[in-house]
């Protein structure tokens, strides 16, 4: 399912209003269900472990999830759009290049 490009743009924009924690706090909380927090803030353990140069199979363990979700998480900070190095350098979480 295709969302249409307006409502992605209003989306980012949206996202990009978010001054402060308590607000990005107030948004998540509001925006996505429960497990869909827990699942996104999963997805960014496991970025911030592999940019660090964890192995894949360390990650898997260490959260305790499968290998083949470790393996998307590594194919996007390789191949994907860049948010992800990006972020991990805007926060400084990476000691190292990923790709």
């Known amino acids: 399912m ?35 927090i827990d699942s996104l803030a999963e997805r960014w353990q496991l970025i911030q472990e592999l940019a660090k140069g964890t192995p894949q199979r360390e990650v898997a363990e260490m959260l305790n999830v499968s290998i083949s979700k470790i393996t998307r998480g590594s194919r996007v900070l390789q191949y994907g759009s860049g948010g992800f190095m990006h972020f991990l350098r805007k926060l400084q979480k990476t000691t190292q290049k990923v790709g």
């Open 2 to 36: 295709s969302v249409p490009a307006k409502h992605y743009r209003e989306l980012c924009e949206l996202f990009a209003s978010i001054e402060n924690k308590k607000e990005a706090d107030k948004l998540l909380q509001d925006i996505l269900t429960p497990q869909e």
